[in-house]
């Protein structure tokens, strides 16, 4: 039950960081243009004036697309996909009195009826407008001059007052600075389009889907994923109940110095180290990438030496600072119950040293590291965005780094709604593998 309230909050309060915070995709697509107007203006020929910059219809359609024209609560609303949003729109200015042509629309006048002929995808809309009462707009299509259906469609009517506040909202500056508008009418469909319907947006980078990005990227994180938790557990755990056996030998030791090394060691400065003496001094790996470029050109079993080959030193890191926790509950949790009554009851009645070890003292010791068992869902969506960097994986963590460097917040929110969902899933399923270990606790 506690689920959904925590996914809420979660991405309620990220949503809201990012509607907030510097850089907005408005923002950025000004200054882009406004740099590429510049540019284009210093490299003319002729001394010719090259008027850089953004319209505001432009910016216009990258507000409603993302959603910057709405109070954040509906925005965030129409990203769930419990509120409408509104797609194919069709636009065009007029002032009220008199005959206008403004770009490709025309206004007529009759008395208190404004008709606009909007050309768009091939077709005329003509929308009739009462200007004393808004919520009588209607719009009909015109296709060869025949009236056709316009179900589904939608007029919006935008006084200039309005225009003049949403301008000064996007220039964050006074309303009183705002250039004249006219009214304008804008036709619209609108639909549910959010998480709820699986679409998730396109990112404001690459313009393409979320959802396909994140999927791209999950074979990967999985892929290291399964390695490096096989490898983690299959070390971790016999070593130790061997190191708990072993207390206070020269194995115990020398074990313990080397996973506390490797604990100290950040993940991605051993990768950097990695990289300059075994594979760009030695030349014995590869220095980036999860395949060769001609990966694709190669038999079956060249391709998994070359996955192999790039899978080492990445792999290295991603394991090297997991030993130490996992080992060392294993080894303190094990000696606490071999020191138990119960073990030493057991032992005393004539229970072999292996069997009391095995047969009772481990399955509780197993109970504080099958509290973090249900978390290895989120191998789905693992990975470390630093090592993925120094290597140049293009693996969930790069994905998650990169949408923040570029304040790319329909690929933040994607990948954050998802991580996020998978965290409190693990928890779930952690209790549910507790219970199933530990026999103190009953589901009555």
Not at 91 to 118: A, H, N, P, Q
Not at 216 to 227: D, E, K, V
């Amino acid at each position: 039950m506690l689920v959904p309230i925590t996914l809420l909050g979660v991405t309620l309060i990220v949503f809201a960081l990012t509607r907030f915070m510097p850089g907005s995709p408005v923002e950025r697509a000004m200054q882009q243009a406004a740099q590429a107007g510049d540019e284009s203006s210093k490299g003319a020929a002729g001394g010719r004036e090259n008027q850089g910059g953004m319209s505001d219809e432009q910016a216009e359609e990258l507000e409603e697309e993302y959603g910057y024209d709405k109070p954040v609560l509906v925005a965030y609303v129409q990203w769930l996909g419990l509120w409408k949003r509104e797609r194919l729109q069709s636009k065009g200015e007029f002032e009220k009195g008199g005959e206008d042509v403004i770009g490709d629309s025309k206004v007529e006048d009759f008395e208190r009826e404004t008709i606009v002929v909007l050309k768009g995808s091939g077709r005329q809309v003509k929308v009739s407008w009462d200007g004393e009462d808004v919520a009588t707009a209607q719009a009909v299509f015109m296709l060869d001059g025949s009236e056709v259906s316009s179900k589904g469609w939608e007029v919006r009517i935008d006084t200039p007052q309005e225009r003049k506040e949403r301008w000064a909202r996007r220039m964050k500056v006074d309303v009183a600075e705002a250039p004249p508008y006219v009214h304008r009418a804008v036709i619209y469909k609108s639909r549910f389009s959010g998480l709820l319907q699986g679409d998730l947006g396109n990112s404001i980078t690459y313009q393409d889907k979320v959802i396909d990005m994140i999927l791209q990227r999950i074979p990967i994180a999985l892929y290291f994923g399964l390695l490096s938790t096989v490898i983690i557990y299959g070390v971790c755990i016999p070593l130790g109940v061997l190191k708990a056996i072993k207390h206070r030998t020269p194995m115990d030791n020398i074990s313990s110095i080397l996973v506390f090394v490797g604990y100290s060691i950040p993940g991605f400065s051993l990768g950097a180290v990695l990289l300059v003496y075994l594979g760009a001094r030695a030349g014995w790996f590869p220095l980036f990438g999860l395949v060769s470029p001609d990966f694709y050109e190669m038999s079956t079993w060249g391709q998994l030496k070359d996955l192999a080959h790039h899978t080492v030193l990445p792999l290295m890191c991603y394991v090297v600072g997991g030993f130490a926790v996992t080992t060392m509950m294993m080894k303190n949790n094990l000696m606490d119950n071999l020191a138990a009554d119960y073990v030493r009851t057991a032992v005393s009645k004539g229970v072999g040293f292996k069997k009391a070890v095995f047969g009772h003292a481990f399955r509780n010791s197993f109970i504080p590291i099958a509290t973090s068992l249900g978390h290895l869902v989120s191998i789905f969506v693992g990975g470390s965005m630093l090592v993925e960097t120094v290597f140049d994986i293009q693996g969930f963590g790069l994905l998650q780094f990169q949408s923040i460097i570029g304040r790319d917040q329909p690929v933040i929110m994607g990948t954050l709604t998802i991580a996020a969902f998978l965290m409190v899933l693990g928890n779930i399923l952690s209790d549910i593998i507790v219970a199933m270990i530990d026999p103190r606790i009953k589901f009555n």
